[in-house]
Nanobody
Framework: QVQLAESGGGLAQSGGSLRLSCAAS????????VGWFRQAPGKEREFVAT????????YYADAVKGRFTISRDNAKNTVYLQMNSLKAEDTAVYYC????????????????WGQGTQVTVSS
């Protein structure tokens, strides 16, 4: 069993930056592929970015490509999402999710989920 905890959310101005962290605890002897998803009020949860176990491969949604960067530090069991050039439409609850096998863009492909962290971008 793996527990995930997001942190780093908050309020940012349009054009500003935030860095989210996703810390894993529990059974972390095996590394996991980790994805970030977000859900805005009244909208479905959507894919943001994903990174494979070693960190050698990443993939981004078109909406964040060039602005967001996903990375990981396996020694710290933590995955990061650096968010730059934030826009009002980035406002959402951000979730990290992990899976030992899946490296996909659909939320149902991930087995473990965090509780989410709120990101609010003011225009």
């Amino acid at each position: 069993q793996v527990q995930l905890a997001e942190s780093g959310g908050g309020l940012a101005q349009s054009g500003g930056s935030l860095r989210l962290s996703c810390a894993a605890s529990g059974r972390t002897d095996s590394t996991y592929n980790v994805g970030w998803f977000r859900q805005a009020p009244g909208k479905e949860r959507e894919f943001v970015a994903t990174i494979n176990r070693s960190g050698s491969s990443t993939y981004y949604a078109d909406a964040v490509k060039g602005r967001f960067t996903i990375s990981r530090d396996n020694a710290k069991n933590t995955v990061y999402l650096q968010m730059n050039s934030l826009k009002a439409e980035d406002t959402a609850v951000y979730y990290c999710a992990a899976d030992p096998w899946s490296f996909g863009v659909r939320d149902y492909e991930y087995h473990y989920w965090g509780q989410g962290t709120q990101v609010t971008v003011s225009s």
